[in-house]
C-alpha cells in the first residue's frame, strides 16, 4: 500500500478515534443525573457498537489495521454509554414506580 494512502487511512481512523469521546464524556459525568442524559438514545449508541464491531472484523479480513483501529477506543466508550444509560432508565423507571406507590397510599389514607 502506498504511504500517501496509508496516511489517508491513519487520518481517517483519528477522526473515527475522536467522534465519541463529547459523548462519552457527557455520559460519564451525567451518570447519576438523568436530566443530563436526556437525548442520548441507547439505540445510537448500539448500533453504532455493533458497526464498530463489524468494521473491525471486516479490517481484520483484509489486513487494514487503520479500518479497525477506532475501536480500540469507541468500543469501551460506547458500551460504558449503553451501561449507564440503561442502569439510568431501570432507575428512572423504579423511582415512577415508587412514586406512583406512593400517590397510590396517600389516596387511600
Do not use: C, K
Not at 442524559?37 to 472484523?57: D, F, K, M, P, R
Not at 483484509?62 to 479497525?68: T, V
Not at 468500543?75 to 439510568?88: A, H
Not at 423504579?94 to 389514607?109: C, F, H, I, N, P
Request: cysteine-free; glycine content about 8%; proline content about 4%.
Amino acid at each position: 500500500m502506498h504511504a500517501a494512502t496509508e496516511a489517508l487511512g491513519m487520518l481517517a481512523s483519528l477522526t473515527s478515534f475522536v467522534l465519541w469521546v463529547p459523548q462519552g464524556r457527557r455520559v460519564w459525568r451525567g451518570r447519576h443525573d438523568p436530566a443530563a442524559l436526556a437525548g442520548i438514545a441507547v439505540s445510537t449508541q448500539v448500533i453504532s457498537l455493533a458497526g464498530n464491531i463489524l468494521w473491525t472484523l471486516y479490517a481484520i479480513g483484509i489486513g487494514s489495521f487503520w479500518l479497525g483501529a477506532p475501536a480500540i477506543v469507541n468500543v469501551p466508550i460506547l458500551t460504558m454509554g449503553v451501561v449507564v444509560l440503561r442502569r439510568n432508565a431501570r432507575a428512572a423507571a423504579r423511582a415512577r414506580v415508587e412514586a406512583r406507590a406512593a400517590d397510590d397510599v396517600a389516596l387511600a389514607a
